[in-house]
DNA sequence: ATAATAGTTTGGAATTGTTCTAAACTATTG
DNA sequence: CAATAGTTTAGAACAATTCCAAACTATTAT
């Protein structure tokens, strides 16, 4: 029952960016939003649909995530070159970055709070701003 | 005179990370530290070289990169999935990122603080804090 | 239902930025 | 002037991502 809500609310998410609710984008939406705020990789998510017995493509995967970027379900984060992040949580938050593992951890914006940002140059206005603290394991 | 004067002063700096002053480091160097603080993609920097007419290879302009970031005369940073910038400016401070052209700018950090800054998680420490401005030309 | 249309998926090729490799070269030291 | 260790290089290899054109599917119109 919850099941079919979140399916029901999933299509109604999906219809509202614009997109049709076709078997591959309904499978990845499941994956990314039914567990909680998560952020992975493409290919994190594409291991996760075989390993879920979904079949799809990577191009399809890339598709997905980009057009979930696009439409406000999901948002892009950068902490490494080569790869990117796609972090459910679309709050506005930032992150500990974990450089050891890679992993990425959200810092509620009410934990963390930039003061006396600068005026953005003339002509241009600000899109976001991005904290990632860089973590290290303590060495003994 | 300035040249020869930052010249030594440049092999001085290599050495004393370890590095021997070559004629593609030295070469680099200048292209780097001659001409205020800067953000240049490997690529950028290569392309510089061969204007200059100074032979270097593509490879050669990475290991540089990076033998120079380990030793603290660069620093690395990453603003979009794909490619690294290096930035001459190792003082702590933050960037304006303009998504139109790629381009980088240096707040300095006493123009913008982060307050609260959680603690670390257990077994942790912080490396660095990075922030990043993205900010967009304003649309007319 | 069916057909027409527009949107979507796909495998594989292509592209991009970066790293690797092993052979040739060069700075430093004795 | 060796001998040695460090450096450079072209090109191959690699990893992540994007592109492509053909096959497929959801939606809309009949
Ligand atoms: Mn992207
Ligand atoms: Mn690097
Ligand atoms: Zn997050
Ligand atoms: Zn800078």
Redo the contacts between chains.
Sequence with gaps: MAKERSYSSLIARLKAGGLRPTRQRLALARLLFEGGDRHLTAEQLHSEAEESAVRVSVATVYNTLHQFTKVGLLR?V???????YFDTNVDDHHH?Y??ATGDL?D?PSD????????E??E????????????????ET
């Design positions: 892009e950068v902490v490494e070159p080569g790869r990117s500990f974990f450089e951890q810092i934990r963390l709070r930039v003061r006396e940002l600068p953005p140059p002509g241009t206005r600000i899109e976001r701003v991005d904290v990632v603290v860089r973590v290290r394991n303590l």
